[in-house]
């Protein structure tokens, strides 16, 4: 009896190994069906000979991705689980034809429900992007951004590399603002002090330029040190002055859309009733509410995208467009331009900061899936000009 027992016990426990591998077996292949399903919808193909197809390396990717969405994918790829040759590609296809809409996860639904709940870019957090992204280190901003480190998307109309088409953007922002010698700008989000630097040697312009970044903020008081440019180390709600002109180039997407008014409130009582405010943003062409998981909790955490709704109800009742520009294909080669320089330098850039492959993985991952973002043409990229009472005769669009 107890031999018979034993027996069944063996024979169950063995069965119940047996039918649980079987499971799993046919789980793997399910989740692998579905993803491959959806692939095939974009024109990847799992392991195939174009640049643009995904090789795997570990067969766990599909339940990965199925379960944490962009987050999962982001993350499995700096984990070497699997790779593209050109990653640019891949994205731009994803993106084009709305996988990344399938694939949400877990993640995002998490993020979405506390961007809903909370001011997840409220004041006393108004320094962690500084903190996580902006503080990296200077050297690596150096050796991956133009000579200008002006870290915004460049303005490629007949310029033939990097630092042409960056000064080509300093100069539209202030022929623009119809920049005038001896004017009182403010740069909000003003980085290593590109614009300033450029606005005071070439405009003769006074220029206020506020950051939540200590590394930028020290290494801009260096690059302007000759020239009329005060640099600070200071969130835009605590601002109290007066100027001719106000810019921001870049900023926004950290502001929240639940700080929109706020921010574009500040903006106006700051702003003389005949100056003209700039702002150039990347741009989403659906509202939402909140970024992209993996770059939320990677590159840009409490980031998101404004789309054109959100901008024209923060300024009703304060500022007319005068005019709205968008160049977001720029983007693109501006993105490609980065991840050329950080790829080329990445020796160095390693030793300086000893970064890790990991690193550098995610670091291609971000510059790469940007790149491809800009060139599906789902997000933009906008430099809109307003003014408090409207420009008198109109206002003239300079391109």
């Known amino acids: 009896m107890i031999l018979s027992k034993i027996f069944t016990i063996y024979v ?18 399910h989740f692998k069906k579905i993803v491959e399903s959806l692939l095939a919808s974009t024109d990847i193909k799992i392991n195939g000979q174009r640049p643009w197809d995904i090789q795997i390396h570990e067969e766990k990717l599909y339940q990965r991705i199925l ?13 070497g689980w699997w790779d593209a040759e050109n990653l640019d ?28 709940l909370l001011n997840i870019q409220k004041k006393k957090r108004a ?19 133009d000579k200008g ?16 088409a960056q000064e080509a953007k300093l100069d539209l922002i202030c022929r623009k603002i119809g920049l005038e010698p001896g004017m009182k700008v403010l740069d909000i989000g003003c980085g290593w002090g590109g614009f ?35 640099i600070r180390l200071q969130d835009y709600r605590s601002l109290k002055e007066k100027f001719n002109r106000i810019i921001s180039i870049g900023m926004f997407e950290h502001v929240g859309y639940k700080n929109y008014r706020a921010f574009m409130q500040v903006v106006f009582d700051c702003l003389h009733d005949d100056g003209l405010f700039l702002l150039q943003t990347i741009g989403n062409n659906l509202e939402t509410v909140i970024g992209d998981s993996w770059m939320d909790k990677y590159i840009f955490p409490d980031s998101m995208t404004p789309s054109p709704t959100h901008i024209t109800r923060a300024v009703e009742r304060l500022f007319i ?24 330098n990445w020796e160095l850039i390693s030793r300086n900061r000893k970064y890790d492959t990991r690193f550098y993985r995610m ?37």
């Open 89 to 116: 590609q891949l994205f731009q296809k994803l993106l084009a034809n709305h996988a990344e809409e399938k694939i949400k996860g877990l993640a995002m639904t998490f993020i979405s429900t506390r961007a809903k």
């Open 363 to 399: 670091w291609k991952y971000y510059l790469l899936s940007c790149a491809g973002s800009s060139r599906s043409r789902k997000f933009q990229l906008w430099q809109i000009v307003f003014s408090k009472k409207g420009i008198p005769g109109g206002y003239e669009s300079i391109r």
């Open 321 to 344: 467009i005068e005019d709205w520009h968008n160049f977001g294909a720029d983007y693109d080669r501006t993105l490609m331009a980065w991840y050329n320089n950080f790829n080329r």
């Open 196 to 230: 300033a630097k450029y606005a005071a040697e070439k405009y003769k312009a006074e220029i206020v330029g506020i950051t939540v970044s200590t590394e930028q903020a020290n290494l801009a008081r260096e690059v302007c040190t000759n020239f009329p440019v005060e």
């Open 12 to 29: 169950n426990s063995k069965a119940k190994v047996f039918f649980g591998f079987l499971k799993g077996a046919l789980m793997k292949n």
């Open 67 to 79: 379960r944490h969405g962009y987050l999962g994918l982001g993350e499995s790829y700096m984990d």
């Open 149 to 164: 480190m002006n870290y915004s998307c460049a303005y490629w109309k007949g310029a033939e590399d990097l630092d042409q």
């Open 127 to 145: 320094y962690r992007i500084g903190e996580k992204h902006y503080d990296l280190g200077n050297d690596l901003f150096k050796l991956m951004l």
